[in-house]
């Protein structure tokens, strides 16, 4: 396994959590990373990308002003940190790692870490 995500849970409407993608190191030459997300009886979706080396940072519009994806070098790891979670925020999370930025948002990548379940309750 060369992306392990963590940090899902069940959290109240209006509550945050962090999730984390830590990478074993083979990933890390993967210009891209991102997160998407599946909720039951739909299909995945695109959540959040960056390309590292030229700092830039996408995201869905329906998270957007609510997660923030950062990344720490020194540990390997690429965060998402989710704010002012809704219910419709409830999927199984997954984090991504490609060469291409493009590739990636279209939901095509070489790297996929396992998920991580986020329940947001009303």
């Known amino acids: 396994v060369q992306l392990q995500a963590s940090g899902g849970g069940l959290v109240q409407a209006g509550g945050s959590l962090r999730l984390s993608c830590a990478d074993s190191?083979?990933?890390?030459?993967?210009?891209?990373t991102g997160w998407f997300r599946q909720a039951p009886g739909k299909e995945r979706e695109f959540v959040a990308a960056s390309v590292w080396s030229a700092g830039t940072t996408y995201y869905a519009d329906s998270v957007k002003g609510r997660f923030t994806i950062s990344r720490d070098n020194a540990k390997n790891t690429v965060y998402l940190q989710m704010n002012s979670l809704k219910p419709e925020d409830t999927a199984v999370y997954y984090c991504a790692a490609d060469s291409n930025a493009f590739r990636l948002r279209l939901g095509f990548a070489d790297y996929w870490g396992q998920g991580t379940q986020v329940t947001v309750s009303s």
């Open positions: 190191g083979r990933t890390s030459s993967m210009s891209a």
